[in-house]
């Protein structure tokens, strides 16, 4: 069986102003990176903003397990299929951190006959979008030290700092360190750390920016530390903010490629699910809805997580409004969910993937709750039964929901006709409802519950004294109506990785609370959560090199 790469190498990708002309973006307003992807200028951007809007789908999953999903795949299939049935169709994905490519879970393009492409590129630096990021957070973060050595006119408190340092790969060594130290030469020792990059403030002010303006009011906003009678000290107040955003200006612009069967895609952005908003920029969603009868995005990780943050946070911010919902599923992730061992995964065991539903289940429920019509793409892979999709498929039936069996990693848009047909007739049943989880005017603490009792199904949540006094000063100086950003594990509902299945009851723990006032929420920090993840014992990396040819092996 062809891997991912070599299917991706075997295709023939067609001229990337081929690809812009199919979505309706005029040559001259390319500016290409190499023959097969190129950004879209933001004057182009800009002139489309009075033309009407598609209909957005949102396309999130179950819970993620080792036996995987393919929520990415299922995004770029249907994208695919949808143009095949003579739909207008554009897709709309997040960009791949290096931190998974070279970690545990690999790329971020899809798989199988339903890619974007070029594959590598796209995984690796692509158009440079990540390394402007790390260099506009980094450039704030020297600005900030470099203050203190002189002088420290604002009066920054050194131990009041909360501006940290980033880079896009796992480094669990990074998580605290101590800098400037070495003598007065280097300035004032203190206590910091890294984030990975897409856990970033900047990254989430990248992604929610509306165009250059709003990039810099955003970064202008962003608080890196206080003063000892706490007041807080902004970027603008550094004036760091213009400089940030000369170093995004380019960036800014959304990047196009394409799929394996030619159907345009903007992948721009990155922030994770798990840590961050989980969600591609703004700039290119609604891009993609002036251009497109359909638009399909996906929200990263389990619905908990990304497609929450989709709805809860990016879609309240850029006033979008979803007409349809795809959870997607695999009869393996639900045995493991059931309590199967991965490596009896081959077996029917109908009793398990029973079991299993109940993840499946809540996550439908869950987006029902935001007024979202759903459809349920299962996955299909050699070794499941008929009892088994069967097993399904009655679950689902009582909330209303079709589930359609998808053969995209093997057959393309051929596999996903279906599930194209069903999404075009949910749109098309106007049924769609969409309305936030909760309220701007709920308290920060009342949001965190609502999420927690509502989509987690926690009885309570744990709140320390020191982070509700936190919550209660960002209150205080005005942000009490922003949304909330959990940050917690991706593996179950609860803030422990080992809760699968559908757990009640449980006590969502918090550890900490961080205001972004750039990006325009709190992120609330449950349990063992990292905002830098750790390498595997044995990462990707090890089985990534160079062929004889100079061609990249073991990317997947």
């Not at 260099?135 to 002189?150: G, I, P």
Request: aromatic letters at 6%; one cysteine or more; glycine letters at 10%.
């Amino acid at each position: 069986m062809a891997t991912d790469l070599e299917i991706a190498r075997a295709a023939t990708l067609r001229p990337i102003r081929e690809i812009a002309e199919k979505a309706g973006i005029p040559e001259d307003a390319l500016e290409p990176y190499g023959r097969y992807k190129a950004k879209v200028s933001l004057d182009f951007v800009n002139a489309q903003k009075g033309r009407p809007d598609g209909a957005l789908v949102l396309v999130t999953g179950i819970n993620p397990t080792a036996a995987g999903e393919g929520k990415t795949t299922t995004t770029v299939g249907l994208g695919d299929a949808l143009n095949s049935l003579g739909t207008r169709a554009m897709i709309a994905l997040r960009e791949p951190s290096l931190g998974p490519c070279f970690g545990v879970k690999g790329g971020a393009t899809g798989g199988g006959h339903a890619q974007v492409l070029p594959m590598e590129e796209i995984n690796l630096h692509f158009t440079g979008d990540f390394h402007a990021i790390t260099s506009a957070n980094n450039l704030l973060a020297a600005m900030v030290d470099n203050h203190l050595y002189w002088g420290n006119e604002l009066g920054l408190d050194a131990r009041r700092i909360v501006w940290r340092r980033a880079v896009d790969m796992n480094d669990r060594a990074l998580r605290s360190i101590n800098a400037a130290l070495g003598g007065v030469p280097n300035g004032f020792p203190r206590e910091d750390g890294f984030d990975i990059t897409v856990a970033s403030e900047v990254m989430a002010v990248f992604c929610l920016a509306k165009d250059l303006a709003d990039l810099q009011a955003r970064l202008g906003r962003i608080i890196v530390g206080y003063t000892r009678d706490g007041r807080a000290i902004t970027a603008r107040d550094l004036k760091a903010d213009g400089a940030m955003a000369a170093l995004l200006r380019d960036a800014l612009a959304p990047n196009l490629v394409q799929t394996l069967e030619g159907s345009p895609a903007l992948v721009h952005g990155g922030p994770f699910a798990n840590i961050a908003h989980g969600c591609n920029s703004v700039i290119a969603t609604k891009l993609a809805l002036k251009l497109a009868d359909v638009v399909v995005t996906e929200a990263g990780f389990g619905a908990d997580l990304g497609a929450e943050k989709f709805l809860d946070i990016k879609c309240r911010a850029a006033g979008l409004a979803p007409k349809a919902c795809v959870v997607v599923a695999t009869t393996r992730a639900l045995k493991l969910h059931g309590g199967v061992a991965k490596s009896a995964l081959g077996t029917e065991d109908v009793a398990a993937v029973t079991r299993g539903i109940s993840n499946l289940r809540r996550h439908v429920q869950n987006m029902q709750k935001f007024g979202l019509p759903v459809v349920v793409a299962l996955n299909k892979f050699t070794g499941d039964t008929e009892a088994e999709i069967a097993a399904v498929r009655e679950a689902m039936r009582p909330l209303g929901t079709k589930v359609i069996l998808c053969t995209h990693w093997a057959d393309g848009a051929a596999g996903t006709a279906d599930l194209a047909r069903a999404v075009l007739e949910l749109i098309e049943g106007g049924t769609a409802s969409f309305e936030p989880l909760y309220q701007s005017h709920v308290s920060l603490a009342g949001k965190i519950e609502t999420v927690a009792r509502e989509i987690y199904h926690a009885a309570s949540v744990s709140i320390p004294p020191p982070v509700a006094a936190k919550l209660k000063r960002f209150e205080d100086a005005g942000f009490g109506d922003v949304p909330v950003c959990i940050a917690k594990t991706q593996y179950s509902f609860s803030a422990d990785p080992t809760l699968l299945g559908a757990p009640e009851g449980h006590v969502l723990p918090l550890r900490d609370v961080r205001l972004s006032a750039g990006a325009g929420f709190v992120v609330a920090i449950a349990g063992e959560i990292m905002t830098m993840p750790g390498l595997p014992r044995r990462p990707a990396a090890e089985g990534i090199g160079l062929d004889a040819e100079g061609r990249i092996e073991g990317l997947f």
